[in-house]
């Protein structure tokens, strides 16, 4: 399957302050990219849609203004946590697919932010 | 909206047993069916993945049924061995979507 790499695997951050997390597709081109969160014992919940060149779609509920997505090229997306606090600990995964309806999604390794 | 139900929510078995997991969603109008597995901490990695015109799908000791009518699916994992010890998770992409609903999954314990 496709490869789709996710950096970094872990990062500390001190409230306040803001953390990016970094997606790339490595062997395809996504149009389209998702980014999950799960908090512990729960399930993946997605947070947001992105599609190359336009702006992310938000599902009810997330922040846009404190979660901006950015997917500026066909292999890279980034999510960047603004003024973080401990409550958005969480472990945060993207998805990369080569459509946005009915294809197949890949999956990166996953982030595990702490804010302290 | 789509709901996926994972049951059970734990299993504990020990070594060389043959298991069931199981997977349940709310509208059956699926594009695919898929099962991951997550170790802690650790991201997701694709163990089968069955189109909505598939009624199962093989890799190695395991096997995934998917009764789209039903709105069911199983993860049969057989001889089970102490490194299949993970959460299991099941996810379901609607058509029309590319996004998956997920279950809260079911966490193995194989026990040697």
């Known amino acids: 399957g496709a490869v789709v790499s996710q950096h970094p695997s872990r990062v500390i951050c001190k409230s306040g302050t803001s953390v990016k997390i970094e997606c790339r597709s490595l062997d395809f081109q996504a149009t389209t990219m998702f980014w999950y969160r799960q908090f512990p014992k729960q399930s993946l919940m997605l947070m947001a849609t992105s599609n190359e060149g336009s702006k992310a779609t938000y599902e009810q509920g997330v922040e846009k203004d404190k979660f901006l997505i950015n997917h500026a090229s066909l292999t890279l997306s980034t999510l960047t946590v603004t003024s973080a606090h401990p409550e958005d600990s969480s472990f945060y995964i993207c998805?990369?697919?080569?459509?946005?309806?009915?294809?197949?999604?890949?999956f990166g390794q996953g982030t595990r932010l702490t804010v302290v | 909206k789509q709901e996926v139900t994972q049951i059970p929510a734990a299993l504990s078995v020990p070594e060389g047993e043959n298991l069931v997991l199981n997977c349940s969603f709310t509208d059956s109008a699926i594009y695919n069916l898929q099962w991951f597995r997550q170790d802690p901490g650790k991201g997701l990695t694709s163990l089968l993945l069955i189109q909505s015109s598939q009624r199962e799908q093989t890799s190695g000791r395991l096997n995934a049924s998917l009764d789209k009518s039903s709105g069911r699916s199983t993860l049969y994992i057989a001889a089970s061995q102490p490194g299949d010890s993970a959460t299991y998770l099941c996810?379901?992409?609607?058509?029309?979507?590319?996004?998956?609903?997920f279950g809260k999954g079911t966490m193995l314990l194989v026990s040697p």
């Open positions: 996810a379901v992409m609607s058509s029309g979507y590319s996004t998956l609903t």
């Open positions: 998805s990369a697919s080569l459509g946005p309806v009915n294809t197949e999604a890949f």
